[in-house]
């Protein structure tokens, strides 16, 4: 079935991130802890593992945008 992922909360007072780059490509499938996009924050630029083995099955957020923690980004389904 599949599920939301949203925007995570990388340190304690984050409150939003800009989203770079997405390393994954919609369809295309990942391993738990690979890097599904590159974010920048106010203090650094990271990248977010994934939480699980699965497909990405649709971006919601298109890169170069600023996005609240907690905001849906994309829409993943376990493997």
Do not use: N, Y
Request: glycine share 8%; no cysteine; proline share 8%.
């Amino acid at each position: 079935m599949p599920e939301q992922f949203t925007m995570p909360a990388l340190g304690i007072a984050m409150t939003e991130g800009f989203v770079l780059e997405w390393v994954v490509d919609e369809g295309e499938a990942f391993v738990e802890g690979d890097a599904l996009l590159r974010i920048e924050t106010d203090k650094a630029q990271t990248d977010v593992p994934a939480p699980f083995s699965g497909i990405l099955v649709k971006r919601l957020v298109a890169e170069e945008t600023e996005v609240p923690v907690g905001h849906p980004i994309a829409v993943l389904q376990r493997a």
